[in-house]
């Protein structure tokens, strides 16, 4: 096999004696004269395919798009001219063929040297593998081809007469915007400048009147309310112009269902990831990939891959348990359009079941079908409880072989296809969706990038096995709620003027099993039905990590369509304001290839509407075969797809051997020396990669579309209980800070090109930087106690003037405002807010506290902390894990700030009685000051104490003993009380004392 650096040398000028090869075509040749190489880069390539190039309008190297050497070109179109009429009348030449076929051919990628054992280079064989079906296909083209001018012209106007009768009856849109009504946005902006211009009064303001007594209390105030600012400002502007949307789901069924003719939908894969069947329960699994295959879509449209990333033979064994009731679950769901369409809760739903069923089967089957139900129940339960104990030689399959995942960081790739067209039926003989089961090969030698690297794998298999051109992501707690969800989603990605820029659809976040008050506010609705719409009106909402529908192409690197190239000089025919003319024809290839290889913006590989006039055999040879493997990797058939829009296995595959082919794209080495989790796919570097992944996709110009229907799309579970919410964003904070400390911020990444919005960096910065809001916040939070103790106030009360009256009634009134016509536009309620609210403190407070603190060590040592959890049983059915109590160390600064506040309230009330009734006004402000961290604090309060009758007993001890222990030292000895000056005293006591002598 050759090394790398030999290839690259085949590549390079050939010298005198050295059989040169064409890097377009493949062809060898003994002669340099026929050769000719890019001056800049040495890409080599003949004659015969510069004269094509030169032909079609092409004069730069496709690899950096430098110019070819003038004299080459002036050789090649002297040729070009004398040849012109042989060309024309030989269309079908086989040579031209050979050396001009544009398809990647299907060959196995497990051999992936430059050159076969006969020396020939691979590119040629693939190439010469084409010829057949390229002579084929152009002798039909000339058939077709062999018509008078005359004839040419009539058809021509035909069809433009049959285009002008069509365009009155334009296909209606899928979908529509509707803003938000003029009196409540434009109130909302009025408020939000007014609030604005107050700030910079406020600051004002308060910089000139400092509080000489306690300059350091009002220094730090000030610095962290100048944070506070600018951390709104990020927050706020982002949502200046929120939208909603509608769909039709009837006309797109009108559209792409007609009634006696193949659904013309297009087809989607679903990605379903889980690691540890121990922490993520394989029922929950099964739940989630039930919902999929019962989905109201084509079976022949959906196929269901599960990603088990810990080669848990409990994963294996509860998805072939799946699979096997799916046969009865699927067409019940269908037969009764029962929703939502997954077992366990549906079953657990208390309403009237019998409500609008007419069939009088239904009762006899739901019976029959719930029965089974249990039984599959038993039977997930059997396995897991027999997976408790691992034997001290392994697992064994039923067929008696070792299985492969024993050890699940030293195993070889799994994949196992269920169901489908070749698979199994339902119980009544019709066809189910595909459903495969994936395990990526791990070796300990590897980085796999956790879930990252395994929604990359599952990329690769999809593409090879089913190449649906657009992909639905879940977790595997996430359930279908909506059967038509997908449906929703391609009425905005189907659609021609509103899907072709659309990167991805994404669903909001719903919930079930959460409490009726939401203590940590795990519905984060103030998120996702004001933040995100928000975002929807300028380049769309971020992308959250589930239940969103992408573009595969997106998923590529690739540019969207209507992306605008950046030509390298400005031509004639542009306007003043830079709009392209209608007669200016459209950007090679090869310029567009160009600019999508920015510093900042390199890997998208070329703008996909500037070759829609090419055909698939086409668009392979568009960029070299090194330049393809070096991004995708060195599957011929997984390139092939990536340069298919409309999805489907390439025509060239080899069924029998797709899926060895599928092995080795989830081998562990695909990825190394690709540009896989670095600028296509998901994007490594952050255990939040579904911001970064989106963030990239919006760089490249992409935007994405939030999509809310009336019945929540999907829905999954939360964590309940305090530690293990902390723990949750503990785990997004630290994502943000890990790409704020790489090169993808974006304070500073993606502005060469200019395709992000400067709304949308804000947005973007937002998410980044809030962790680092934990630093003031805590300061902020332990002001009022040392306010307290010391007598002193951040304010001066003595001296405030009216105007200072003024603008804090201002200030506190346009906040108030704000958020109330906020909740107004978006129907946010006020104790959803108001949860919103308070946990932002508490996580500020702990999470993103402790996040910072993380993401600085592993950045400079790549120290990992660990936060130990430990945990205890809970004996309640119904929402028992509210009131388990796990002691961790995130719980250590909100448990420091309730107790330092609380004494503090105990010394200022004793400290008033001490000083009279004239020391209450001034007691008021820093009183309300320390409610107002309390009441932020409140659920975590109730949180640390349980349930209110098991209240923990070392923890109220522990408060009252130490408040009172302080309050008493306080009263007895006064610590901050200011002392009489001794000197001042003694001259009138003297004085006196002299006088009472005289």
């Known amino acids: 096999m050759k090394s790398e650096t030999e290839t690259e040398t085949n590549m390079m000028e050939p010298e005198h004696g050295v059989p040169a090869v064409c890097n377009s075509c493949g062809e060898h040749d003994n002669t340099a004269e026929v050769f000719m190489a890019c001056h800049v880069c040495n890409f080599s390539i003949c004659k015969a395919c510069a004269d094509l190039e030169i032909k079609e309008g092409q004069n730069l190297c496709l690899r950096c798009g430098a110019p070819y050497a003038e004299n080459t070109v002036g050789d090649a179109e002297l040729k070009e001219s004398g040849n012109q009429s042989t060309m024309a009348a030989h269309p079908n030449n086989s040579q031209d063929v050979g050396h001009h076929s544009r398809r990647i051919s299907n060959m196995s990628s497990v051999d992936i040297e430059t050159n076969d054992e006969s020396g020939h280079p691979i590119w040629k064989n693939r190439v010469e593998s084409w010829k057949d079906k390229k002579n084929k296909k152009k002798k039909a083209e000339t058939k077709a081809e062999i018509l008078t001018e005359k004839d040419d012209q009539v058809q021509s106007e035909q069809q433009m007469g049959e285009e002008e009768k069509q365009s009155p009856e334009a296909p209606e849109a899928l979908s529509s915007v509707i803003p938000i009504p003029p009196n409540q946005i434009k109130p909302y902006r009025v408020v939000v400048i007014t609030r604005l211009i107050i700030l910079a009064l406020f600051f004002y303001y308060r910089i000139t009147h400092p509080v000489d007594g306690a300059y350091g209390l009002w220094l730090t105030s000030i610095i962290c309310e100048i944070w506070f600012a600018l951390s709104w400002i990020l927050d706020q502007f982002p949502k200046w112009s929120p939208i909603n949307r509608v769909t039709y789901i009837d006309k797109l069924s009108a559209r792409f269902e007609k009634e006696g003719e193949p659904s013309q939908l297009a087809s989607v894969d679903v990605f379903v990831s889980t ?590 902390t660990n936060f130990t959890v430990t945990a205890k049983a809970a004996d309640d059915i119904e929402f028992g894990d509210l009131y388990i109590v796990k002691w961790t160390t995130l719980l250590i600064p909100p448990t420091t700030l309730i107790i330092i506040n609380i004494v503090g309230i105990v010394a200022g009330f004793s400290d008033a009685l001490n000083k009279g009734i004239g020391a209450w006004g001034p007691l008021f402000g820093k009183n309300f000051f320390a409610f107002w961290v309390i009441s932020h604090l409140f659920p975590f309060m109730k949180g640390l104490m349980g349930r209110q009758n098991r209240t923990p007993t070392i923890v109220v001890l522990w408060s009252v003993l130490l408040a009172s222990v302080f309050s008493l030292i306080w009263v007895k000895i006064d610590p901050f009380v200011n002392k009489v000056d001794s000197s001042t005293i003694a001259p009138t006591c003297i004085a006196i004392d002299c006088d009472i002598t005289t």
């Open 275 to 864: 690691v540890d069947p121990m922490k993520e329960p394989p029922l929950i699994t099964a739940n989630t990939v039930l919902s999929i295959l019962a989905m109201d879509y084509p079976v022949d449209k959906v196929c269901c891959y599960l990603s088990d990333d810990g080669a848990s033979m409990l994963s294996f064994e509860s998805l072939v348990e799946t699979a096997d009731f799916a046969r009865k679950w699927v067409p019940f769901c269908k037969k009764f359009a029962i929703e939502p369409r997954t077992p366990e809760y549906y079953f657990a739903q208390k309403f009237d079941y019998l409500k609008d069923k007419v069939q009088p089967s239904f009762v006899k089957e739901r019976r029959a079908i719930k029965r089974d139900y249990e039984e599959f129940r038993v039977r997930i339960n059997a396995l897991v409880a027999k997976a408790q104990k691992k034997p001290e030689e392994g697992w064994t399959m039923q067929d008696g072989r070792p299985w492969p995942g024993n050890d699940s960081n030293n195993h070889t790739g799994m994949i196992q296809v269920f169901l489908g067209h070749s698979g199994a039926h339902d119980v009544e003989g019709n066809e189910l969706p595909r459903l495969v089961y994936v395990s990526r090969e791990k070796r300990p030698v590897y980085r796999h990038h956790k879930k990252a690297g395994a929604e990359n794998a599952l990329i690769r298999v999809s593409a090879v096995l089913t190449n649906a051109p657009y992909i639905l992501n879940l977790d595997c707690d996430h359930y279908v709620n909506n059967c038509k969800a997908v449906r929703e989603a391609m009425c905005f990605l189907m659609d021609p003027q509103v899907g072709r820029d659309v990167c991805y659809v994404q669903f909001p976040n719903r919930f079930d099993g959460i409490d009726r008050s939401d203590r940590y506010a795990n519905r984060n609705t103030v998120f996702f039905d004001i933040n995100m719409k928000g975002l929807d009106g300028i380049q769309g909402p971020v992308y959250v990590g589930t239940g969103c529908v992408f573009n595969r192409q997106a998923l590529y690197g690739y540019g969207p369509p209507s992306l605008p190239g950046l030509p390298t000089a400005p031509p004639p025919s542009r306007s003043w304001f830079g709009k392209r003319s209608s007669k200016e024809p459209s950007k090679d290839p090869s310029e567009v290839y160009r600019d999508a290889k920015q510093e900042e913006l390199d890997a998208g590989i070329f703008n996909l509407k500037e070759i829609e006039n090419y055909d698939q055999n086409e668009r392979s040879l568009l960029i070299s075969q090194m330049s393809l493997e070096r991004t995708f990797g060195t599957s011929s058939v997984f390139i092939e797809s990536t340069l298919m829009e409309n999805g489907g296995v390439p025509e060239s595959a080899d069924p029998s051997t797709l899926i060895k082919e599928a092995i080795h794209v989830i081998s562990c080495g695909y990825e190394q020396k690709t540009s896989w989790g670095r600028e296509i796919g998901w994007i490594y570097g952050s255990v939040t990669e579904d911001i970064l992944t989106g963030f990239k996709m919006h760089c490249r110009g992409w935007r994405s579309i939030y999509c809310m229907p009336l019945r929540p799309a999907f829905k999954g579970s939360v964590p309940l209980n305090l530690s293990d919410r902390l723990h949750q964003v503990l785990r997004w904070a630290l994502g943000s800070v890990e790409i704020f400390l790489s090169r993808h911020c974006p304070l500073w990444y993606g502005y060469a090109a200019g395709r992000l919005k400067w709304l949308q960096r804000l947005a973007y910065i937002n998410t980044v930087v809030y962790p680092f809001t934990s630093f003031p916040l805590v300061v902020y939070c332990t002001i009022p106690a040392i306010c307290l103790l010391t007598g002193k106030f951040i304010v001066a009360t003595d001296t405030m003037t009216n105007l200072g009256n003024l603008l804090y009634l201002g200030l506190t009134t346009s906040i108030i405002l704000t958020n109330v016509i906020e909740m107004w536009w978006s129907g946010v309620s006020i104790q959803d807010w108001w949860r919103n609210e308070q946990f932002w403190v508490i996580g500020g407070v702990s999470s993103h506290l402790f996040a910072v603190f993380q993401g600085f060590l592993n950045l400079m040592g790549g120290i990992d």
